[in-house]
């Protein structure tokens, strides 16, 4: 029952300063750009599970990553700094058989003063590091002492090798190249498309601080089941995602690849309504924008309801998009981090900037803290925090009489 007077109705987009003003507290803008390594940390001094893994040989390829105990969904099981990290571009540069002319030697210089000399006046470090790195897939198998038996442009073209097939991308946040990053434990985590963990990398502000990956269960895995990590994307269909592993000459084996048409198409069919759902919101939120925008005319009381009926409407098909993604979402879905951040991020601020509709706004908190719960199960770090705030302001708005949409 709708318990509001008319007159509460009337002065339903008056007086949101209380809730601008928090929401403005929690905008993700506002705390992403800000963060450094050193404020990073203490959310990555998350406890990790000690002795969870072993590496040992795989099923899919190569050596992989194996749970040598049960591991809760949620659970830190890697934490680790880069060995080596390298702007992208300058990789390009570095192939023996890259376009731009520059000899191999420069892939060679590069790692020798990232990795090789990382420690001036510790040769033993010096030494763990590069053998860390040659050890990597792709590179030297075979080759005893690659430094001693291998021509420039063979050693050249394997360190080439091992960043195609252990780079992971990330960028800083005061530089504008995309980087690679190359770790060594994780550098083990084959791939599946039904994922059981995720990776995470912290870059920081400056590259100079290097980059930290974390890797956590997305769900439970079971004493002895190999670990893996998807390195596709998460709504990617069969077709997109043998395309994009062929290019880098992987055969996926994994259990869905493997399982049959029936499973496949069945991913597929999920998988597909979320990409919809996911491309809608972003043209909705695209949409919003310019409605905001756009001046409402004749600044007369009817001319600004009409824009901000218009905007309410377009954030309502925004939760509406995020519900069918959420309906359809598995934790196999590799949704934690990226996408779940992405997806909150837009929609907070979509409906934020959109609507001075109070219940519309308390609908979309309830929402995030629903969002939450999935989050919790899969411990997103960042989100975590988001969740306590998104509580906090739930809070205010509350205190504030808003709760509902019912004024107190
Ligand atoms: C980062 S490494 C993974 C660890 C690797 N197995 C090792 O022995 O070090 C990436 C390489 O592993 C292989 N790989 C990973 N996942 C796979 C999968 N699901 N099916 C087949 N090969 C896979 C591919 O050759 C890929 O280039």
Redesign the pocket.
Known sequence: MDESSPEDKENKCTDMSDIEAAFAAVDPYTLLPTLRLAQIRPILNMPLLEDCYEIRK?P?????VFATKDIPSGSLIMTEQAVWTIPKKALLKFYPFDPYGNGPSQIIEHFASSVANFSDDDDELNRIGTEAVFA???GFEGVEDPLADLSEEELAKGLARII???GKSHNYQSDERHWVAIFQD????????MLSAEQHIWSSFDPRDGAIIQVRAARDIELGEEV?VQ?TKPFDTLEIRTAF?SF???????TL?TGGRGRTQAADKRRTAMQKAWDSMQRNYHKLEAAIERPAGLRTVRAENEKREKCVKIARRIMENMEIIDAKLRPTDQIGSFLMWHLLQIHCEGVRIGSGDRDTIVAAIDRILAFGKTFKELHTVMFGQYVAQMVELRRKIEAAGFAGGQRA
């Open positions: 795989s899919l390829h190569g050596l992989g990597l897939d792709g195609a097939k252990n994780p550098s083990r985590l084959n791939h599946s498309c893996t390195y592993l880098h000459d992987i055969v996926c084996k994994c690849c």
